[in-house]
């Protein structure tokens, strides 16, 4: 199967995530069928389509007749042979309870034609949970959407212990092709990659708080303005580069720093060997003064917009 097979596409729950995974799709180009419990349920999800839709020509970033285009392409149902004989691609975009989506999985294999892909946008579990059943093991994945799904641009692309490489790759292609930012996991792991790294950060925030080291105010206060103001140029191993960290005398650099509980033995040890070699992750180190250049143009434009150019 190529990309360029994949020419319909459907996506079953229409909530929260639902609606903004189709515009998605319909946005560029594909005719989405999307299905829900009741038609009342789809309507609103039709609502919530056409005031996001509005809301993106208002701020200038399509034009009114994308609307009209992106609007006209999805189509709403009630039954799923619907969207089974109209899909050649399918997210599941229902509740968050494994036997809920072990059943729609189960239906779905047996209603679409063999070629056709579904994936699933949950957030916790893993195929192995629900999809176990499942008679094409090969052509099921995850796509992990942030909401709102159709504005966040990043989106985890996952694997069940049988998708194959082809099936992979295209749904990876297929992200991109709707421009989206696909980001590979390479293990099964439930939370995947994202929702790990987010959880990490609020259980350490909750429990600052609960010990009384600060309030929720000054929690959100600190990190916006912190390396949350600094994350849209640089995530958590990018930092090390761009503060300069590779330079620091190997002993420094290695020690374990104020995070509680640290690191396990194992995690240490491979750390110490990367930070050993004392070089970026990313950044050339011969060019780091540009690097920090390009980021200090790019913080100043956030400062800008954030915090000098009007009151918050
Ligand atoms: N909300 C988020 O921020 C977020 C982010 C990433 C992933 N997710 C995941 O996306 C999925 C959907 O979450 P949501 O927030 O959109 O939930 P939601 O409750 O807003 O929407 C789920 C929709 O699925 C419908 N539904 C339930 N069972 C169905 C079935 N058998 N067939 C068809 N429709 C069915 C419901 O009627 C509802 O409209 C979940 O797996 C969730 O974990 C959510």
């Known amino acids: 199967m190529e990309l360029t097979d994949i020419k319909k596409v459907g996506v079953v729950g229409a909530g929260t995530m639902?609606?903004?995974?189709?515009i998605n799709f319909a946005l560029w180009g594909y005719p989405v069928v999307m299905s829900d419990l009741s038609d009342e349920i789809l309507k609103q999800s039709r609502k919530n389509i056409k005031s996001a839709m509005s809301l993106f020509v208002e701020e200038?970033?399509?034009?009114?007749?994308?609307?009209?285009?992106?609007?006209?392409?999805?189509?709403?149902t009630?039954?799923?042979?619907?969207?089974?004989?109209?899909?050649?691609?399918?997210?599941e975009a229902i509740v968050e309870r494994s036997q809920d989506k072990r059943e729609l999985f189960n239906k779905l294999d047996k209603l679409c034609s063999p070629?056709?892909?579904?994936?699933s946008n949950?957030?916790?579990?893993?195929?192995?949970?629900?999809?176990?059943?499942?008679?094409?093991?090969d052509k099921i994945a995850v796509t992990h959407y942030f909401a709102p799904p159709h504005i966040v641009p990043g989106v985890e692309v996952a694997k069940g212990p049988g998708t194959s490489e082809e099936t992979y790759n295209l749904t990876y292609e297929l992200m991109k092709k709707i421009k989206k930012v696909p980001i590979?996991?390479?293990?099964?792991?439930?939370?995947?990659?994202?929702?790990?790294?987010?959880?990490?950060?609020?259980?350490?925030?909750?429990?600052?708080?609960?010990?009384?080291?600060?309030?929720?105010?000054?929690?959100?206060?600190g990190v916006r303005s912190t390396f949350g103001f600094r994350m849209p140029h640089e995530g958590p191993l990018g930092h090390y580069d761009l503060a300069g960290m590779w330079k620091w005398p190997a002993d420094v650099r290695t020690r374990s720093r104020q995070s509680e509980p640290g690191p396990s033995a194992?995690?240490?040890?491979?750390?110490g060997e990367r930070w050993a070699q004392g070089k970026p992750w990313f950044v050339d180190s011969e060019k780091f003064d540009e690097a920090i250049e390009k980021r200090d143009?790019?913080?100043i434009q956030r400062l800008k917009e954030l915090y000098w150019s009007q009151e918050k």
């Open 18 to 22: 639902g609606f903004g995974i189709a």
């Open 60 to 76: 200038g970033l399509i034009a009114r007749q994308q609307t009209d285009d992106t609007v006209s392409r999805i189509t709403m």
């Open 78 to 91: 009630t039954d799923l042979v619907e969207v089974a004989a109209n899909s050649d691609f399918i997210t």
């Open 115 to 119: 070629q056709t892909i579904i994936v």
């Open 122 to 137: 949950t957030s916790g579990l893993v195929l192995s949970d629900f999809a176990s059943d499942v008679g094409r093991q």
């Open 184 to 221: 590979r996991v390479l293990k099964e792991m439930p939370g995947y990659l994202l929702n790990r790294i987010q959880g990490a950060m609020s259980r350490e925030a909750n429990r600052l708080w609960a010990e009384g080291v600060a309030s929720a105010e000054d929690i959100e206060l």
């Open 266 to 271: 194992e995690v240490t040890k491979k750390l």
């Open 297 to 299: 143009r790019e913080y």
